[in-house]
C-alpha cells in the first residue's frame, strides 16, 4: 500500500528538511529518492524567513525529477505568493482606500524576504511555481498551506478552486495578486469553539475526512518554544493536523506519515 506523507514550512532551511526526509526513510544518505511507493506532499513555504529558500526549491524539483510521476507534488504556500509578487511587482503601490502604503517589497521585507531568493530565482522556476495548485486531496486528507476557509472565495471544488487561483496567478493585475496574498496569510479558522464546524463544511463541501494545513507554528498553539516540539497536532475534534514545526524559529521539519482515511 502507498504511504502518504506531508511537510510544509521549511522557510529556507533545506538541511532541515533534507535530514527530516532521511530520518523518514524518503531519501537515502546522498538525500536522493528512496521513497518506492511512497507519495510526498510539500504544502508550501519554501521561501523567506531561512537564509536558503531557493537552495529548497531547487532540491525539491531535483527530487521531482528523480522519483516517478505524481510521487512528489507541491501545493502553494503564502510565502510563494509573496516572493513572486515581490519578483513581479517590486515597489509598486497597490491601490487602497486607507493611508497605509502597501506593497510587494514592503510585505516581503517585513515577513523575512531574502535578497538572495530573489537574485537567483529563475524564470522557469517561477512559471513552475505558477503552475503549482492550492488545494489537493489524498489518502482522505484535504491538504492545503493555510489553515484558512477562504479557499473556497475561488469556487466550491478543489478543481474548481484551484483553475481559478491559477488563473488569478497569471494576470498582470496587483490588486488581483494582493487579495491572494491577503486570502492565504488570513489564518486560525479551524480553532476555537466554532472551529470544528467551519472544517467540517470544509470537509464536506470539497471532501476528505480530515484537513491537514501548515501555515501556523505547532508549537504556539501549544504554548511551548518550537524547539520542544516533536509531533504535529490533531486538534478539531480530530478534523484538523497542523504540522508546521517552526523550522525557521528553531523547530523542528516535520515530514509526517498521514494514515488512510476512509468514509465512515
Same mark, same amino acid.
Given at each position: 500500500?502507498?504511504?502518504?506523507?506531508?511537510?510544509?514550512?521549511?522557510?529556507?532551511? *533545506?538541511?532541515?528538511?533534507?535530514?527530516?526526509?532521511?530520518?523518514?526513510?524518503?531519501?537515502? =544518505?546522498?538525500?536522493?529518492?528512496?521513497?518506492?511507493?511512497?507519495?510526498? /506532499?510539500?504544502?508550501?513555504?519554501?521561501?523567506?524567513?531561512? &537564509?536558503?529558500?531557493?537552495?529548497?526549491?531547487?532540491?525539491?524539483?531535483?527530487?521531482? #525529477?528523480?522519483?516517478?510521476?505524481?510521487?512528489?507534488?507541491?501545493?502553494?504556500?503564502?510565502?510563494?505568493?509573496?516572493?513572486?509578487?515581490?519578483?513581479?511587482?517590486?515597489?509598486?503601490?497597490?491601490?487602497?482606500?486607507?493611508?497605509?502604503?502597501?506593497?510587494?517589497?514592503?510585505? /516581503? =521585507?517585513?515577513?523575512?524576504?531574502?535578497?538572495?531568493?530573489?537574485?537567483?530565482?529563475?524564470?522557469?522556476?517561477?512559471?513552475?511555481?505558477?503552475?503549482?495548485?492550492?488545494?489537493?486531496?489524498?489518502?482522505?486528507?484535504?491538504?492545503?498551506?493555510?489553515?484558512?476557509?477562504?479557499?473556497? #472565495?475561488?469556487?466550491?471544488?478543489?478543481?474548481?478552486?484551484?483553475?481559478?487561483?491559477?488563473?488569478?496567478?497569471?494576470?498582470?493585475?496587483?490588486?488581483?495578486?494582493?487579495?491572494?496574498?491577503?486570502?492565504?496569510?488570513?489564518?486560525?479558522?479551524?480553532?476555537?469553539?466554532?472551529? &470544528? #464546524?467551519? =472544517?467540517?463544511?470544509?470537509?464536506?463541501?470539497?471532501?476528505?475526512?480530515?484537513?491537514?494545513?501548515?501555515?501556523?507554528?505547532?508549537?504556539?498553539?501549544?504554548?511551548?518554544? *518550537?524547539?520542544?516540539?516533536?509531533?504535529?497536532?490533531?486538534? =478539531?475534534?480530530?478534523?484538523?493536523?497542523?504540522?508546521?514545526?517552526?523550522?525557521?524559529?528553531?523547530?523542528?521539519?516535520?515530514?509526517?506519515?498521514?494514515?488512510?482515511?476512509?468514509?465512515?
Amino acid at each position: 500500500m502507498t504511504r502518504v506523507f506531508a511537510v510544509s514550512d521549511i522557510h529556507g532551511h *533545506p538541511e532541515k528538511l533534507t535530514a527530516a526526509l532521511r530520518d523518514a526513510g524518503l531519501t537515502d =544518505a546522498d538525500g536522493n529518492w528512496a521513497g518506492e511507493d511512497a507519495r510526498l /506532499w510539500f504544502l508550501g513555504d519554501f521561501f523567506d524567513r531561512g &537564509p536558503d529558500g531557493i537552495g529548497v526549491l531547487r532540491y525539491v524539483r531535483g527530487l521531482i #525529477e528523480q522519483a516517478p510521476d505524481g510521487a512528489i507534488e507541491m501545493l502553494l504556500g503564502n510565502h510563494e505568493i509573496l516572493a513572486l509578487g515581490m519578483r513581479k511587482f517590486d515597489d509598486t503601490f497597490v491601490p487602497h482606500d486607507g493611508i497605509t502604503l502597501r506593497s510587494f517589497e514592503r510585505s /516581503w =521585507a517585513l515577513n523575512g524576504g531574502q535578497d538572495r531568493d530573489q537574485e537567483l530565482l529563475t524564470d522557469d522556476e517561477t512559471d513552475w511555481l505558477l503552475d503549482r495548485p492550492m488545494l489537493a486531496l489524498d489518502a482522505g486528507h484535504l491538504l492545503m498551506h493555510s489553515d484558512t476557509a477562504e479557499y473556497i #472565495e475561488w469556487g466550491d471544488s478543489i478543481d474548481a478552486i484551484n483553475a481559478a487561483a491559477s488563473t488569478e496567478l497569471h494576470s498582470d493585475d496587483i490588486e488581483v495578486w494582493w487579495e491572494i496574498w491577503r486570502r492565504m496569510t488570513s489564518r486560525y479558522a479551524f480553532r476555537g469553539d466554532g472551529g &470544528p #464546524e467551519i =472544517a467540517r463544511i470544509m470537509l464536506q463541501h470539497l471532501g476528505g475526512q480530515r484537513i491537514v494545513h501548515g501555515h501556523s507554528i505547532v508549537a504556539d498553539q501549544l504554548g511551548i518554544d *518550537p524547539q520542544y516540539l516533536t509531533d504535529p497536532l490533531l486538534y =478539531a475534534d480530530g478534523l484538523v493536523l497542523g504540522i508546521d514545526g517552526g523550522a525557521f524559529d528553531g523547530g523542528p521539519c516535520l515530514v509526517v506519515e498521514l494514515e488512510e482515511l476512509t468514509a465512515e
